[in-house]
């Protein structure tokens, strides 16, 4: 850090600090905020802090604020999330150290229908731009969402398919523009209701170039390009419209929404994706739809996705398909002997292809089927949950019968919530589930370019087993709230991919595109295996209210740590991280300073190399040029990475080509009607 950015930043800390100091006398009542309500939970207002499983809801200014192109590096400052961080184009979230097939990422309690659990160089097909909150689940959300959710749940909340009845219409608009990512965006959102009826509009168009970073790409090559990250633009855009029947009981709606997006990948080989997504949904839900029900929830989802992956020539190597239905009902049962619950329903079928070339992974039919019953009963401070799922999967590959799979799958857990004290909670969840291989550790076996890595697959390997604790601690009232989580997941046969050393000289292999050894060839070596882990931790939150509907600071740490039981650490586990966050609001204006500490990784997998830690410092102001019913016009201005920080993510597999950018001005409107 040299002394320049230091004296910047102590100017922004100072000023922010000033003002508020000058100005406190003159802030008034700030408005009421609705509850916050998680929608990923079969249960009707079930709020934040009034579950037993940790949950992080990302909504409003916060969400504008760290908003980023992938819904990854959007989530990676929430507690116990990284990001795959794959360029700015693909960036999944990482919860708890546990990544790809184990997060499910949903948008409005459906999952995307995608293929970025496939590989980290895929996108998530759900836009940051147009979703009211963003909800975590930390830790397995088995039960209600199956085995792809055993390490936790991301459900992006977009209403694109209304609930209920509007008294006039009301969205939002955004533009934004960033020096450091050549940034042109813009969104919009709308609802609105005629009659009995109401609809939805929504979209949004993001244009960037080649980003700007403070050194090399690629540090160890002299070469490299200096002071930008080739290859790193993004393309993308989407149009969704959505429309539903609002009755006394209940709705019944659809919507239908068009994504294309072109990245590029910004490895040594210079590929890029262009990525197009047509999806359908509907829902509905009925009150009192039998004797003895007292709701009926009802989901669809239908996906039409493709993407090419093209050659820095500008051939196409591998032409990706992928045909995804997903639905799911509930049945919310009137109470028996004081225990309330839900019975439900979901299924999955996925038609996935990559033909080409460069294919390397076979044309494959998945299926499952889930039955689950959630049950929990309430006392004057204490809250229990129970729970059971069945669950059948089944891959069917067309390189032969003799490699299909199918699986079994059980999970149960229990949960309790004890208000010990006004304002105090104490949650403990145990849970234990089971998942099943994805279609890319069962089968792939090939060169992709994408990730310049030579992988294989084992068709023969089982079904992983979780067994999970998780411990919550909260103080939700008074000027200093604070949380603490701590974790700890038994894993047995986890799936894991790990490079090779065929020859024994302490070096990872690397092989030619059909995979003979090549010491200079363009492909890491790595194969899929599995071994029991462990993984445990803890993440800690607390804010401070140095002036009611002022000021407050908040100070955050989380830290996992993932080991094998045949010795050896688990690769890209997310370093421990630390740092702080203060806001400020006066009138029309408001201030945020925020500071955090990712440390250097040096527990390291076999064949792992060591990363940097570095301090990213952001800081923003804006200002409220008029105020509507909902929260007006506002002009936001922020400084990103102000220390201008090297700032390479060790959860990446192109940490050592990609680093994040460097410093750079963000600036915005963003109007709410």
């Not at 209701?193 to 160890?220: C, L, M, N, Q």
């Not at 990559?354 to 089927?369: C, D, F, N, Y």
């Amino acid at each position: 850090m040299n002394c320049s950015s230091r004296n910047v930043i102590g100017i922004i800390a100072v000023a922010a600090i000033g003002v508020s100091a000058v100005q406190a006398e003159t802030i008034g009542k700030s408005s009421v905020l609705p509850p916050v309500t998680v929608t990923a939970t079969p249960f009707e207002n079930r709020g934040e802090l009034d579950m037993a499983q940790p949950v992080s809801v990302l909504r409003g200014d916060d969400l504008r604020r760290k908003r980023e192109a992938s819904l990854g590096d959007t989530l990676s400052r929430e507690l116990g999330v990284a990001s795959s961080s794959f360029g700015p184009g693909a960036g999944r979230p990482i919860i708890r150290g546990l990544d790809g097939p184990r997060i499910r990422v949903l948008e409005n309690g459906i999952g995307t229908l995608d293929l970025s659990s496939v590989s980290p160089d895929h996108a998530v097909t759900v836009e940051s731009f147009n979703a009211s909150q963003i909800e975590v689940l930390r830790g397995p959300a088995t039960l209600l969402y199956g085995s792809g959710a055993s390490g936790g749940v991301v459900n992006v909340v977009s209403g694109r398919i209304p609930d209920q009845l509007f008294k006039s219409p009301k969205g939002n608009a955004e533009i934004r523009g960033n020096t450091a990512t050549e940034e042109r965006s813009g969104a919009f959102n709308a609802t609105g209701s005629i009659g009995r009826a109401s609809w939805s509009v929504g979209g949004f168009k993001r244009k960037t170039g080649d980003y700007h970073i403070p050194g090399r790409a690629d540090e160890s090559d002299p070469n490299s390009p200096k002071g930008v990250v080739k290859n790193s633009a993004v393309d993308s855009g989407g149009l969704s419209m959505g429309g539903s029947f609002v009755g006394e009981r209940g709705f019944v709606g659809g919507s239908v929404s068009r994504l294309e997006s072109e990245y590029g990948i910004p490895s040594p080989e210079g590929s890029k994706i262009d990525l197009k997504q047509t999806r359908y949904d509907l829902a509905g839900e009925l009150d009192k739809p039998i004797i003895g029900f007292e709701k009926l929830k009802v989901r669809m989802g239908y996906n039409d996705y493709k993407h090419a992956e093209i050659e820095s020539t500008g051939d196409i190597a591998t032409r990706f398909k992928n045909q995804g239905l997903e639905s799911r009902a509930e049945l919310l049962h009137a109470p028996i002997a004081n225990w309330k619950g839900v019975l439900g329903v979901q299924f999955q079928d996925r038609n996935f292809s990559a033909l080409g070339e460069e294919a390397v992974i076979p044309v494959t039919k998945s299926r499952s089927t889930g039955i689950f019953l959630i049950e929990e009963r309430n006392w004057d401070r204490w809250r229990l949950e129970l729970g059971g799922r069945i669950e059948r999967a089944t891959q069917n590959p067309q390189s032969g019968a003799d490699l299909q799979r199918a699986f079994n799958l059980y999970n149960v857990s229990a949960g309790t919530l004890w208000k010990f004290m006004d304002g105090y909670g104490l949650g403990l969840s145990a849970t234990r589930g089971q998942r099943a291989p994805s279609t890319a550790e069962l089968y792939i076996n090939g060169a992709h370019h994408g990730t310049a890595t030579f992988q294989i697959g084992d068709s023969a390997l089982n079904s992983e087993t979780t067994n999970n604790i998780d411990l919550a601690l909260s103080k939700t009232t008074g000027l200093v709230k604070w949380k603490v989580n701590v974790f700890h997941n038994w894993i047995g046969n986890y799936i894991f991919v790990r490079s090779v050393d065929a020859n024994g000289d302490g070096v990872a292999d690397r092989s030619d595109d059909t995979g003979a050894l090549d010491p200079n060839g363009e492909f890491l070596m790595q194969n899929f295996a599995q071994a029991g882990a462990r993984f445990y931790g803890a993440e800690a939150e607390a804010i401070l209210t140095l002036k009611p509907d002022a000021i407050d600071l908040r100070l955050f740490t989380d830290y996992v740590r993932g080991k094998l039981d045949s010795g050896g650490n688990v690769p890209r586990i997310t370093p421990p991280r630390f740092g702080l966050e203060f806001n400020h609001k006066t009138g029309p204006w408001t201030a945020n300073v925020s500071a955090i500490r990712v440390m250097g990784q040096n527990r390291l997998a076999e064949l792992e190399t060591s990363t940097s830690g570095y301090t990213l410092v952001n800081a923003e102001v804006s200002y409220r040029i008029k105020k509507t019913k909902s929260n007006g016009i506002r002009l936001f201005l922020q400084g990103k990475n102000l220390l201008n920080e090297e700032m390479r993510v060790h959860t990446s597999f192109l940490k050592n080509f990609a680093p994040l950018p460097g410093i750079s001005l963000l600036a915005g409107i963003r109007g709410e009607f």
